[in-house]
């Protein structure tokens, strides 16, 4: 599966953004789905994920509650909305896909978009 995001930008803070992120080569539903993040001069760590239905998902704690994963797997789309951004939440945010079950294996995630820039000002 490849996949492509976009939707990053600039935003004061308090602002929000939607990223999203188009699938092709096979069916989004065949994959967990992922948001992940990396910001200058740190490790990549994940945002959110979800289940192949959509059904469930997963959300790190400084996220919960301003962001929401959502997915149309009738258009191969996968979606972060980012409320209440914060100058903190800047980094390049990738999309990723696990052909796994479990969508809280991290490592799992192996098919990766190219980033987007997020960049939230004070």
């Known amino acids: 599966v490849q996949l492509q995001a976009s939707g990053g930008g600039l935003v004061q803070a308090g602002g929000s953004l939607r990223l999203s992120c188009a699938a092709s080569?096979?069916?989004?539903?065949?994959?967990?789905m992922g948001w992940f993040r990396q910001a200058p001069g740190k490790e990549r760590e994940v945002v959110a994920t979800?289940?192949?239905?959509?059904?469930?998902?997963y959300y790190t704690d400084v996220v919960k509650g301003r962001f929401t994963i959502s997915r149309d797997n009738a258009k191969n789309t996968l979606y972060l909305q980012m409320n209440s951004l914060k100058t903190e939440d800047t980094a390049v945010y990738y999309c990723?896909?696990?052909?796994?079950?479990?969508?809280?294996?991290?490592?799992?995630?192996?098919?990766w978009g190219q980033g987007t820039l997020v960049t939230v000002s004070s």
């Open positions: 990723a896909a696990t052909s796994g079950i479990d969508i809280t294996r991290f490592s799992t995630f192996t098919f």
């Open positions: 080569g096979r069916a989004a539903s065949a994959y967990g």
């Open positions: 979800i289940s192949r239905s959509g059904m469930s998902t």
